[in-house]
Nanobody
């Protein structure tokens, strides 16, 4: 059984920064793509960023490019999302996710089989 535990959310003013962390347990973390998604009230869950198992490849949704950075520490089974220049529209619950298969490059939510409980990010104007 895979467990993903996010932390680092909170309340921040527009223009501020937060760093989210997600610690994984239960399998060989370094073999799996890891992703971040978010869901705002009344909206569908949306893709934010993904990083390959080695960390050599990353991909972002357009609205966060240049502001967010995804990274990972395979020695500590942790993936990060550094969020800078935050905007009120970034307000959402942020989820860490992993696919069920190793070495599988995916970006769509249905392809991720494991999810964390989420951490709230609120950006005030």
């Amino acid at each position: 059984q895979v467990q993903l535990v996010e932390s680092g959310g909170g309340l921040v003013q527009a223009g501020g920064s937060l760093r989210l962390s997600c610690v994984a347990s239960g399998r060989t973390f370094s073999s799996y793509t890891m992703g971040w998604f978010r869901q705002a009230p009344g909206k569908e869950r949306e893709f934010v960023a993904v990083i390959s198992w080695s960390g050599s490849n990353t991909y972002y949704r357009d609205s966060v490019k240049g502001r967010f950075n995804i990274s990972r520490d395979n020695a500590n089974n942790t993936v990060y999302l550094q969020m800078n220049s935050l905007k009120p529209e970034d307000t959402a619950v942020y989820y860490c996710a992993a696919p069920r298969s190793p070495h599988f490059w995916v970006t769509a939510a249905p392809d991720f089989g494991y999810w964390g409980q989420g951490t709230q990010v609120t950006v005030s104007s």
